[in-house]
């Protein structure tokens, strides 16, 4: 499920970035953040708590 969700994301990303060729978007950089952003060490982003004022 977690792979399917990054997949998605990356393609919305990627081709909302395709009409602007002077982008600076990237893969991996898009990969990282949103590898960060979905791990365990946020502790979820429920409103209030400590890993939704973290992200």
């Known amino acids: ?11 919305v990303f990627i081709t909302a970035e395709r009409g602007n060729a002077q982008s600076t978007f990237s893969a991996e950089k898009f990969l990282k953040h949103d590898t960060y952003l979905a791990s365990d060490k946020l502790e979820g982003r429920l409103a209030g708590t400590k890993g939704n004022n973290e992200a």
């Open 1 to 11: 499920m977690f792979k399917k969700i990054i997949f998605f994301s990356a393609v």
